[in-house]
């Protein structure tokens, strides 16, 4: 395989709280290539959003990277200087949020933002911007994007903004696509139009994107490979298909069963994982989900589970993998 | 309708927005619903943002005054009594648990007001003793009494919200998107709960939700709702299996499958745009500008509610359109 897009090694991440240092994230490694889709699933506390914002230099000010990499076509960013940030985000990583209208100037037009997003670094012309932001308005799905521009936030809906936004990420044409909940505001009918886009814009431009949700249905929609998140570590990665043919972490096998379909007919019983989501500032010892583990040996308690090889590019870190499922 | 609990006859709830700066609009969120719900039944009511679920659910329980139309509960018209002997026997919960806790009181003090206020129990004791076995019967501790409800999970939350409506010992229960702030493993234990206390209780469900998959597992019947109209209603098997309106079947086509190999994509449905405003629906059938088999006709005519198959009623000029 090529080598990687991004890199993810080993990062640390810590909150300064009411209740002193918070670690939201402890030892996350995952890599993505170019055009791929990784999703990357977890409850809230799971780590999954502090994990986006570091590799975007994101963090708010009580937020810090403790330790751990994040190379970028081999070059480690993590403590970069300003210039260089300013290199990379919006031009070669885009993001994009769970909620568009916090996103956007109420008090600028969405067409002015555009253009802002677009000459940011580029030395394009004003012109240049302008027609780049209707032809991208035009791609993402805004059918009169003559009129959107001239629009504030305000009077668009949710999913118009989230287009709106997308655009914006995408207008620089960015190698990297970071996607934080981008559709958990969204109805279903417009969350399915706003996957579709991403869908195919990832395949037009050969974008790699990190999608973080905490649906699993989109994961197995739109995901190439998937890394599911609890308390700040990666307790299992593989390809959607390994690791939803056979989820080896009780955790993933847990989420799985929790969901119920659409197309079961009967009133069968749910099946949900115990207990209350992990609370950080009071992490168990041992295996952080061993309260709620249905598996959960002596050994557990104790000591921390390795991350082990369950199959070709898929990795739990459980003491005792699930095989074949549940 | 045998046993029918609570029904609603040609049910409006228009609100009336005032601006300083542009001449006042009527937003018709609920749009002459007509349904019933029979005892010991889950009604579940499905549609997207704004189609006016909530407010239906809060007319009901003329929580919110209907404009016009007739609630009758018990064979017993409700429109315009005094709904105080009603109160305990209708209850609602809601999506943000917390929101309707006082934050300073400890969970003993918030059960002891509700049951002071509705003169349950004798004395500060027997109150004590009710609150707490209302706390078992949801799965919790019965010393969650001595906390504030700040210790306690977005889940537990909404477990102690579940128990302080039941010390009332309401029949017909609104349940307003009661699960869509937990996390997802949390949402299967408050679902598994509801269904418990049902059996236990023989209680009456309206659950509103926009999560399908969910309203399709609780429930008995569901009605679609879209701008302020039940656009479709039928059993739950019905409904999902074999939609008649294009609606219906696009909001079920949307769902994503969590099945990697599913040949189903929720990517490849039709329907554009989203839902609009309550305060400029659309002439004729209001899905119309988002319909992919919409004709000349839809664009006048509003198509009436007609039952298609025993208990199965839709409301599109060609119901069989998305087959």
Redesign the interface.
Known sequence: MNAPLLSVKDLQVTFRGDSGIVNAVRGVSFDIHDGEILGVVG??GSGKSATAYSIMGLLNSSGRVVGGAVEYRGENILGSPRSRWDELRGRRIGMIFQNPMACLDPMITVGKQLREAAQCHSGMSKAEADAAALSLLAKV?VADADRIVRQYSSAL????CQRVMIAMALIQKPELLIADEPTTSL???????I??LL?SLRKENNMAILFIT?????????CDSVCVMYAGRAVERGS??DV?DSPAHPYTA???K????????T?S??????G??V?LSGLPGGCPFHP?CTFCEEKCTRVPPDTVTVGEGHTCGCWYPLKGGL | MGNALISAEHLNKHFTVKSWFSPSRTVRAVDDVSLYIDEGETFGLVG??SCGKSTLGRTLLRLHEPTSGSIVYRGKDITKVNMRPYRSRMQIIFQDPAGSMDPQMKIGGLFDEVLKANGIGENTSDRLDISKEHLQMVGLKPEAVERYPSEF?G??QQRISIARTLILKPEFLVCDEPTSAL???????I??LL?DLQKQLGLTYLFIS?N???V???SDRIGVMYLGKIIELGSS?EV??APLHPYTS?????????????TH?????K?????GSGSSVPTGCRFHPRCPYAEERCRLEEPPFAEHSPGHFCSCWKPDAAR
């Open positions: 409850e809230s799905g809906s949710g999913g118009m109805d279903v009918t417009v969350q399915a139009q996957i579709q869908d905490h649906d699993m249905g989109l994961v197995a929609e739109i959607v298909y939803f847990g989420l799985m929790a969901i119920p379909s659409v197309e079961a007919g009133r019983r749910l099946v949900s994982i115990e209350v989501p609370n709620r | 997207e943002t999970s889940g537990e996390d997802v493993s949390i949402q299967a234990q679902i598994n269904e926009h399908l998959p969910i399709r597992h609780i098997s999902y299996s696009a909001l079920m086509a949307s769902v994503p499958i969590p099945d990697p190999r599913s994509k929720a990517m490849t449905q329907i554009h745009g989203d839902i």
